[in-house]
DNA sequence: GTGAAAGCGCTAACAT
DNA sequence: ATGTTAGCGCTTTCAC
């Protein structure tokens, strides 16, 4: 392993001289001819600088973890992507942590931390928020910010527009003539979840529309949580005629049950449901949803936990652009005349 | 920050004998009376060793890179976990890279590792090897695992024992009375799949029948190519009555394309794909698939790197344990009568 | 049985 | 404009 010695050693230079070329140091006044000895010692030797030493030294690694719920979840896709190149524009490492029903202040994140492997964390809490972990994790000190959650303006988070997303996915089914709509909601207490509905609300209220309250199924995340809430409203006397799904895991499991139960989706009806992903192309039908600014969120996030460390600045942003975007596939249809 | 120093200061002994004991080096002879104090003050004090430090000291990170083709795959749960538990057991961190059509000699891995930041690399080249990359790879010096995948025995391997995946998957089919099966290979040129369709081969052949070379659409492993595949198949002057898939996205798409174009699953058609994951149960009908010891293979996959990195013996697994087993759903039956 | 000290590779005062 | 040097926190040899 090459290290600033022998490129020193090389370059007929002090170690320092080459430590100032290679970080660029602006404070530095390095000699043309010098700086150019060193770049080509350096590269000639393959010089690559040790990230132990430097750690150690600067008392920061240039590394950051992501925690989510569940890492092979194909929600996340484009939340990782952001912040990876986020992170990468600013020669940061992320390292990746499942919680996997770990709360978030859990073994985990505390091993990386308190080992200084980190610098901060990034926590995507998951559907309902563990208000107990997240305390021991804003005490623990660590720099942390919340994605897809918000816990007071004392602590960093991002979430997207998830009214606007509900709100949309509404409007798309109103289009249809839809007038009957019911949604599959997270669990109680999931906040995005309520947001969404929110969303459908408003849009169903600039129709001069009301939200049937026994139209709201407050089931869950998962596909299963989606089959159950299929089964509770096509059991109401007056079943609706269209579906906003809140999650899509949940509208894969809704779509599947509907089908199954010998539902004409989307002539008997529709579903649109929020998140989008390759896997809402592989059903039969394939399901319409709402595409959110996720590769957006992922960069924000990581601008904000960087702010944080660097500044000690906490912020709540909402990425509210691109707007959340119906993408529509064959699971809504309009209304039966 | 808590160190060794403080630690030692308040049980009133050296840094030296601190470190003997938070590590129990076994050549060191330490009171045991020495011993609790040291203890207690650390325990006291929170103390957690600085991982860059040692890093820096040992020379080694004991950190290993998991690079897959794909980061947010469902196919990837399994091994992920796998990989993990065995490198937890062991005291090591696993950084995650994405290939995304990265070769495995490219800019991610050559990063890690030339910045020492890990010790060793665990790669899942994808479904076809590019052999240019992995040469690369192993000419670097790194310690590498290769995952799903072999090349030569001059480098470790772990695989699973695709042969027995397609003849499990096929003899389930000529349980069910099917004798027209055919095989929705991967690309061209693809290790697993050959291997796979080699099974399917060899279960045919038990019963006494071959495989036609007619039935066997060499596409690939996303679910487009399974939706080529089965157009190629149905458009057979006599299409199969069963078809194994030899991966599951491509599975999915093949599912998706069939029951599309009304074929019905699995009265008119018998599918099964190589490949297990809860994506299986959400499509209607649900996907019957071959679960493979993924779990395993992580940890023998890892097992094999930390055999690397520590003794520099290579090996080739081929993990056999827990055999391929069939994961009945609905898209399998009798033929008809 | 325990301590002192060197040094891993790097950065940043502090010299010159 | 460039060099010298003191550590960052840890492990380990050597000394007692």
């Not at 896709?77 to 202040?105: K, N, S, Y």
């Not at 408003?202 to 299929?230: N, Q, S």
């Amino acid at each position: 392993m090459v290290n600033l010695n022998e490129v020193a050693r090389r370059a007929g230079v002090s170690v320092s001289s080459v430590s100032r070329v290679l970080r660029d140091d602006p404070s530095a006044r390095i000699g043309v001819e010098t700086r150019s000895r060193i770049l080509s010692a350096a590269h000639e030797l393959g010089y690559q600088p040790n990230h132990s030493a430097r750690a150690l030294r600067l008392a920061r690694t240039s590394t950051i973890a992501l925690v989510l719920p569940d890492l092979t979840n194909v929600l996340f896709t484009d939340l990782l992507r952001g912040v990876e190149e986020a992170a990468h524009a600013r020669d940061f490492t992320v390292v990746l942590g499942h919680a996997e029903g770990m709360q978030p202040g859990g073994a985990l994140i505390s091993r990386m931390i308190e080992r200084s492997r980190v610098d901060g964390v990034l926590v995507h809490p998951g559907d309902v928020v563990d208000a107990a972990g997240l305390c021991s994790l804003i005490a623990s000190g660590v720099p942390a910010v919340l994605i897809h959650a918000e816990y007071g303006d004392a602590i960093s988070s991002a979430i997207v527009d998830d009214t606007a997303a509900g709100e949309v996915a509404a409007q798309h089914l109103i289009e249809l003539g839809h007038r009957r709509i019911a949604v599959i909601a997270g669990a109680p207490g999931s906040e995005t979840s309520e947001r969404r509905v929110a969303g459908v609300e408003r849009a169903l209220a600039r129709t001069g529309l009301i939200l049937d309250p026994a139209l709201v199924a407050m089931v869950g995340y998962t596909p299963d949580d989606g089959r159950r809430g299929i089964r509770e409203l096509l059991a109401q006397p007056v079943p609706p005629t269209a579906i906003v799904v809140a999650n899509l895991n949940a509208g894969l499991g809704a779509l599947q049950e509907a089908v199954g139960r010998g539902v004409r989706v989307p002539d008997d009806l529709s579903l649109v449901a929020i998140h989008d992903a390759w896997i809402a192309e592989i059903t039969a039908p394939q399901l319409t949803t709402v595409a959110l600014p996720l590769l957006k969120l992922g960069a924000v996030a990581f601008e904000a936990l960087h702010a944080l460390i660097t500044t000690g600045q906490s912020a709540q942003t909402v990425v509210s652009e691109p707007a959340p975007r119906v993408m529509v596939r064959g699971s809504t249809g309009p209304t039966r005349a």
